[in-house]
Every structure is written in C-alpha cells, then in structure tokens.
C-alpha cells in the first residue's frame, strides 16, 4: 500500500530558529513529490519536486528529493510567526487504470514559530 | 484575485439534509478534484473530473456524488449527511494529468 510518512507531527520554535521538516514515501510509481502550507484554510503550493539532489528554493524555504533513499525534506531558515502552519507532504504516483495521476498526502507537521 | 473559489466558506446542515457545496475556477484547468479533509487529518481523494469524465474514488462513499456543468463549475453533493461527513471539503484544480496544485479555500461543513 502506498504511504507517505511526515515527521515530526509537530515542532515549537523560536523565532530565528532554523527547522527541517521529513517526509519519507513507499509508492509506486513516483512521479514527483510537492510540498503545501495549510494555515486555517486550504493548501497553498510551495514546491514540485521530481528529480533526485535537485533543490528547490523560494526565499527562505527550499527543498531537496532524494528518489534512492526515498525522503524529502523541506527546510526553513529565520523562522517568522507567520510560518506557523502544518506543512504537508504529498506524492504524485502514476495511476495507469485513471486519467490523472493520484495525489497520496502525508498527515502533515505542525509548526509553531513563538516570538 | 482568487483563482479557485468555494463556497459556502461555512456550511451548517441538519443530520440527513441534503446540502451542494460548489467550486469555481478561472484557470480554465481540465481537472477538478473534491478532497475530504477531517481534524488532524490528510486530505482524502473523493473523487475528479477530467473534462467531462467522472473518476470515483473505490472507497468514496455512495453518499457523496459530484456534477460538472461545465469547464468552470464543480458540485458536491451530500446526499444524506451524517456527523461523520463534518469535515473541511477542498476543491483543487490542475492541468492535463499534473497533480492538484491550485486549492480553494475550503467550505467548513458542520452537521448538527
């Protein structure tokens, strides 16, 4: 069965501080792996991920995939309340039977950036 | 400007109560997906139509049915909710077979 798997379920910060987050997926047929922020809303898209060692940068988040050891993580730098959120992971796997690829999410970590 | 938009934002409905949530999009994107999302929860798939091809998800209940009347609309239907169907419903869109990437922001069902 395919899992993606986040860790940790939540972390509490400092401002300033510097934070990983992990996502770690069994699934076939990999297609790409993205990366959400959930505030008290819907998903906002951070980042696409399809290729191994590759990172993805977007101010002071960025990513990096690695497709042998099957992880990703997602790192923020200078920690701001405002990126207080859950962050959740998900992979894009093949689905031959459909017509468009399936979406399988992680449960999400919860950040908390304190002042 | 908001390029998924659902509404309701927030939807109280009574135990067995039929009740339509809607989704709109200007992207002109050929899919659109309902998620279920519950507290402490990942999204789940319910289901997406890809133009006019409705794809049910195997485990998504008979409850729950879906309309599209054209590029830019989607519904959900609930037919019969229960306490159990109280949860976050996402809309999401994206291009040809590319994974959902463009979110709504949410309607909030609550069922008394």
């Known amino acids: 069965e395919d899992k993606v798997v986040q860790s940790p379920l939540s972390l509490v910060v400092h401002e300033g501080d510097t934070v990983t987050l992990n996502c770690s997926y069994e699934?076939?047929?990999?297609?790409?792996l993205l990366w959400y922020k959930q505030e008290k809303k819907a998903p906002t898209f951070l980042f696409m991920l399809?290729?191994?060692?590759i990172e993805k940068k977007s101010g002071r988040l960025s990513s990096i995939l690695d497709k042998k050891e099957l992880f990703s993580i997602l790192n923020i730098t200078a920690t701001q309340t405002g990126d207080s959120a859950i962050y959740l992971c998900?992979?894009?796997?093949?689905?031959?039977?459909?017509?468009?690829?399936?979406?399988?999410f992680g449960t999400g970590t919860l950040l908390a950036v304190q002042p | 400007d908001a390029m998924v938009i659902q509404n309701p934002r927030y939807q109280v409905t009574q135990f067995g109560k039929p009740v339509t949530l809607s989704c709109s999009q200007t992207l002109n994107h050929n899919v659109m997906y309902w998620y279920q999302q519950k507290s402490s929860q990942a999204p789940k798939l319910l289901f997406h139509?890809?133009?006019?091809?409705?794809?049910n998800e195997a485990d998504t209940p008979d409850n729950f049915q879906s309309r599209r009347p054209n590029t830019s609309f989607c519904f959900l239907d609930i037919r019969s909710p229960g306490l159990g169907d109280a949860a976050m419903y996402l809309c999401a869109t994206s291009t040809g077979g590319g994974p959902a990437k463009y979110f709504g922001a949410g309607t909030r069902l609550s069922v008394l």
């Open positions: 399809t290729s191994s060692g």
């Open positions: 998900a992979v894009e796997a093949a689905d031959y039977g459909g017509a468009t690829n399936k979406l399988i």
């Open positions: 139509y890809y133009d006019k091809d409705f794809n």
């Open positions: 699934v076939t047929n990999f297609r790409s």
